[in-house]
Each structure stands twice: as structure tokens, then as C-alpha cells.
């Protein structure tokens, strides 16, 4: 039977009953260049952080909990909203190939994340159709920030160029996006479209205005009396 590597080590059978409301974000920030970084995070709230030893074991607990992380992850604890604890693993990646070699240990299938010919594609399913130890009830999502113009998407929210899919058990979840990636991209054309505008009004203004000093300097040689032969 293939291992489940999806899910934070953190969400245990040991910790389910406390974790059944938690919440879970899976986020990619993906820049121009391909690089980026990679945050798993896990939220608890007031009453399930004090029960699980969170929030006096601070960020202590949140490395015992996610001990396969992959190299140069950072871990952290952050408090949001008032009552709510969260641990946080951020990892960057220099590369797609890097992400995608970070997806490669979990059960993230890669259809195509690729950037060509000013074309960034993101395409991947999490088939959660199988077993799971994630809790029930959990609220996961699974988070993107694609560069440049987006072009199509499947995702269920999205703020400017951040994505989100709420992720369903039982079940695979496509994930899907396209963006257009270079100088041309999103408000870019709008510049060199307006500046090439605004060169060509300048260009024009001055053909006319040169134009008219000419016609006037023509017409008052032309209207200028001819002066009267020297006597000798």
C-alpha cells in the first residue's frame, strides 16, 4: 500500500479529536524567474493550542511535530487573530525543478508546472480519494501566487494573483492556472502603449508646429518688398 506523505506529520490520531477544527494552508509563492517558496501551515485554536502543549512549547513543538521537512525549511509560530496559534514551514526553492522536487515528497502529482515562451502553467491533482490521517472537519486549502497576467484558473477565490482551493477528502482536487510572464505582462503593455501614444502625439505636434513656422517664413519672404537698386 503506498504511503500517505500529503498531510503534516502534526495531524496524528494521537491529536484528531483536538485538531478537528483546525485549519491547514498549503501555499506556493512562485515569482517571475521561477523561484519562490513553499509554506505548510496548520492553525490551532485558543482551547485546541493549550490542550495539544502549543502554546508553552512554542516553536519547539512545532519542529517536534513536522520532522521530515525538506532541507533549509525555516519553522516558526505566529499568533493570528487573537486566539489563534499557528506553526508555520516555509521553504524556498530556487527553480521549478525545485518545487517540483519538494512536491515529490508528498503526494502532489505534477501534470505540468513549466515557464515557456512567456507562459507560466501550473497544473497539478491531489487525489485525496484514499486514506487520509488528516482530521475531519479540517479546513484545507491549497494556495497560490502565480507572476505576471493570469490568463485562466480553476481555483475557487482569488485576490489579484493569489489562488485558493478549498482541498476535499475523498476525492481527487484538480488545480489548474495559467499566466502570461514577462515585460508584456498584465499593466506592462498598457505602458509601452500609452508611452508609444504619447511619443507619436509629441512627434506629430511637432511636424505641425514645424510646418507652420515654415509656411509663415515663406509667405513674409514672399511678402517682403523688393529693395530699390544702389545709385552709383
Known amino acids: 500500500m503506498k504511503s500517505r506523505k500529503f498531510f503534516f506529520p502534526i495531524l496524528v490520531a494521537a491529536l484528531a479529536l483536538l485538531l478537528s477544527a483546525c485549519k ?11 523561484s519562490g517558496k513553499y509554506v505548510q501551515e496548520i492553525g490551532f485554536q485558543g482551547d485546541e493550542a493549550s490542550m495539544a502543549g502549543l502554546s508553552s512549547a512554542g516553536e519547539d513543538f512545532c519542529a517536534g511535530q513536522n520532522e521530515n521537512t525538506p532541507p533549509g525549511t525555516s ?3 505566529e499568533t493570528r487573530n487573537e486566539t489563534e496559534t499557528w506553526c508555520i514551514y ?18 502532489t502529482v505534477v501534470n505540468d508546472i513549466s515557464l515557456a515562451n512567456g507562459q507560466m502553467t501550473y497544473d497539478i491533482t491531489l487525489d485525496l480519494s484514499g ?23 480553476n481555483s475557487t477565490l ?11 477528502l475523498g476525492q481527487p482536487n484538480s488545480i489548474r492556472a495559467v ?3 514577462g515585460f508584456l505582462s498584465g499593466n506592462a503593455i498598457w505602458y ?4 508609444g501614444a504619447f511619443l507619436g502625439f509629441c512627434c506629430v505636434g511637432l511636424l505641425v508646429v514645424g510646418g507652420g513656422v515654415f509656411f509663415l517664413v515663406r ?4 511678402a517682403s518688398p523688393a529693395e530699390p537698386p544702389t545709385a552709383n
Open 24 to 34: 491547514v494552508n498549503f501555499i506556493t509563492e512562485i515569482g517571475s524567474n521561477g
Open 75 to 77: 519553522i516558526r509560530q
Open 90 to 107: 516555509e521553504t524556498p526553492f530556487a527553480s521549478l525543478e525545485e518545487l517540483k522536487a519538494i512536491y515529490g515528497t508528498t503526494d
Open 131 to 153: 486514506d487520509s490521517n488528516a482530521p475531519t472537519g479540517a479546513e484545507m486549502y491549497w494556495i497560490v501566487t502565480m507572476p505576471g497576467s493570469l490568463v485562466e484558473h
Open 158 to 168: 482569488q485576490d489579484g494573483n493569489t489562488l485558493s482551493w478549498q482541498l476535499l
Open 179 to 181: 499566466s502570461k510572464v
Open 192 to 195: 509601452v502603449v500609452g508611452g
Open 219 to 222: 509667405r513674409n519672404k514672399k
